[in-house]
Structure formats: structure tokens, C-alpha cells
């Protein structure tokens, strides 16, 4: 336990608070972001809302994939993993505010999640492509897709695709302001790194068939 946190330490403080928001009544409609307010008067909540959730189901997917994805990224490299989360943590609740007229109050990790699941999804791609692990980045490349399918379908259905969304509002805007966010952080770290693009080039030379 003591080595999990020791790699994983914001993903679990953020997991840990999120759980005790929950369970603390009363709680959550402190943390959950006013969409009709001043910015100014809810700087906090700019941040605490991503901890505060409408149910059970709701904070059950939320925290399995934000513990799943959190790993992932965090382990390795923290930096734009931190980075990513607070730029997404800043960014979707102004999204929301500005573009999303019908949503009084935000709350969810959700954004998180999908910001850090482009993030992810770009990691593994660039492992893959390194390890000429040509089945890999066909699986990464699917799921990137099928993430973006489901912001699509969230945008045209008006609800969620694996959580019930009654009792609140969809609001896919902030999934995919976080997949811009993730991916474009990702996208960044792996072009800085040597010897990119060199070595997707002689990966893909290297699995060529003579002749």
C-alpha cells in the first residue's frame, strides 16, 4: 500500500476526498460549482466541484475510471498529469457556465476522467508505436474513437451513456473540453520526447517486409 502511494499520490488524495465528500452530508452542495454565480465567489469551487456527485452510480463510474486513468498517467510522467488536471479542473467549469445555459450546478469528476483518458490514450499509442506493438495501437486508436462517439452521442441523445443521468443534466461539453485538454498535453509530451518522430519512423521501417 505504501509503494501504490507513493507512485500514485494525487490520484488517490483527489479519489480519497472525493469518497469523503460523498459520505459527509450536506457536503456536496458546498463544493458543487454555481453556474448563474461570479467566477470570483467560487474560486474554490472551481476545483471542489469535480469532487462533489448527484449519486451512487454517478460517483461509482466517475472514481473507477479516475483511479484507473490516474494510475496510467501518473506513473508515468506527474507533471503533465498535474498539469492536465488542473488546466481541465479550471477550464470545464467555465465551459460549462458559458456554454451549457440549461445546468445550474456542476459537479462530477467525469471531465477529469475524459481528460485523462486522452491522456492515457496518447501514452499508449506512443509505447505502442516504440514496440511495434501494431495490435496495441489499433486497440488505443478504438478506444480513442469510441471516446469520441460517446461525447457525439451525449451531444445528440442529451444524456449519459453509462450512467443514469436522472436527477441531473448531461453535460457533455465538459468531456470534451477535458479529451481536448488530455490529448493536447499528451500529443505535446510525446513530440518533446527523443527521438521523436524518429522513432515511430523506424518502427514502422523496421516492420516492413523486404521486397
Known amino acids: 500500500m505504501y509503494q501504490l502511494i507513493k507512485e500514485i499520490p494525487i490520484t488517490l488524495t483527489i479519489a480519497v476526498a472525493t469518497v469523503i465528500v460523498f459520505l459527509a452530508p450536506g ?16 474560486l474554490a469551487q472551481l476545483f471542489t466541484c469535480h469532487t462533489a456527485h448527484w449519486s451512487f452510480d454517478h460517483l461509482v463510474w466517475d472514481l473507477v475510471m479516475f483511479v484507473t486513468m490516474g494510475a496510467i498517467c501518473e506513473r508515468r510522467n506527474s507533471v503533465p498529469f498535474a498539469i492536465a488536471l488542473a488546466l481541465s479542473a479550471i477550464a470545464i467549469p467555465l465551459f460549462v457556465s458559458h456554454f451549457s445555459l440549461d445546468v445550474n450546478s456542476y459537479r462530477g469528476l467525469s471531465g477529469l476522467d475524459t481528460a485523462l483518458f486522452g491522456l492515457a490514450v496518447v501514452y499508449l499509442v506512443d509505447s505502442s508505436i516504440r514496440e511495434r506493438n501494431w495490435p496495441g495501437v489499433g486497440l488505443y486508436g478504438f478506444l480513442f474513437v469510441g471516446m469520441m462517439g460517446k461525447i457525439g452521442y451525449e451531444y445528440l441523445a442529451g444524456g449519459t451513456l453509462f450512467v443514469s443521468s436522472d436527477g441531473f443534466t448531461a453535460v457533455p461539453i465538459a468531456h470534451l473540453v477535458g479529451a481536448v485538454i488530455g490529448t493536447a498535453i499528451g500529443l505535446f509530451e510525446v513530440m518533446r520526447m527523443p527521438p521523436f518522430p524518429f522513432a515511430w519512423r523506424n518502427a514502422i521501417q523496421q516492420t516492413r517486409v523486404p521486397g
Do not use: A, G, K, M
Not at 457536503?27 to 467560487?42: A, C, G, I, K
Open 27 to 42: 457536503f456536496e452542495s458546498l463544493r458543487d460549482f454555481q453556474t448563474n454565480s461570479p467566477v470570483l465567489h467560487q
